[in-house]
């Protein structure tokens, strides 16, 4: 199985601190595309942004940017100036068939 | 605008009982459909997929099973459930064929004691 992989399991920052989440994904296609899902305590899955393979620029979003690599099979998700609303468990996931990561539960202390 | 609901949102069942949980998709058509199951503190597992009516594609071998009556109706059952069903499930569509963005319902937590 073409997996994905998220290494680190739980991250607890201090609120302002930049925190980067690891991706690192298997797959043998040419084309595919990736994902980064929020899910707050709610549990309600959240879309956050989804990259092309061929798309290598990386992306910018208010204080959340990503960082794709192709050569090292990387798609990482970096929070800027962290705020305590940021704690959630968040998902990696390649595509077509989705497959997940299994998730960083980020924690923001106040 | 489109919207996904599944129900119910919680569920406490004995081993052995039956399990019926539904998921309906408003406002598209000939949606794929999926169901998740998310174990207490681990990751995603896609448990079916169905790209049509009566079409479903299962990834992990288990006593669950799922069936689409219709075409934005998603069921996911069980004729008994074991202690290892427990956990939070999934429902979500995409738009067509590719890897659009996956839309998902509420969830449903489901205890099995």
């Known amino acids: 199985a073409q997996k994905v992989t998220q290494a680190q399991t739980e991250i607890s920052v201090v609120e302002k601190e930049d925190v980067t989440l690891d991706c690192v994904y298997e797959t043998r296609d040419t084309t595919y595309y990736l994902f980064w899902y929020k899910q707050p305590p709610s549990g309600e899955l959240v879309f956050l942004i989804r990259r092309n393979s061929f798309d290598e620029q990386n992306e910018i979003s208010g204080r959340y940017s990503w960082n794709f690599q192709k050569s090292t099979s990387s798609f990482n998700f970096t929070i800027t100036a962290s705020q305590v609303v940021d704690s959630a468990v968040y998902f990696c996931?390649?595509?077509?068939?989705?497959?997940f990561g299994g998730g960083t539960r980020l924690m923001v202390k106040p | 605008s489109q919207t996904i609901h599944q129900w119910p949102a919680t569920l406490v069942q004995p081993v052995g009982s039956p399990l019926s949980l539904e998921c309906t998709v408003e406002?598209?058509?000939?949606?794929?459909l999926y169901w998740y199951r998310q174990a207490a503190g681990r990751g995603l597992q896609l448990l079916f997929y169905?790209?049509?009516?009566?079409?479903i594609s299962s990834e992990v071998p288990q006593n669950l099973s799922a069936s689409r009556p219709q075409d934005r109706q998603f069921i996911l059952s069980s004729k008994k459930l074991l202690l290892s069903d427990s956990g939070f499930y999934l429902c979500?569509?995409?738009?067509?064929?590719?890897?659009?963005?996956?839309?998902f319902g509420e969830g449903s937590r489901l205890t099995v004691l």
């Open positions: 169905s790209v049509g009516i009566g079409q």
């Open positions: 406002g598209t058509s000939n949606p794929n």
């Open positions: 979500a569509w995409t738009r067509g064929r590719g890897s659009g963005e996956l839309f």
């Open positions: 996931a390649r595509g077509n068939m989705l497959t």
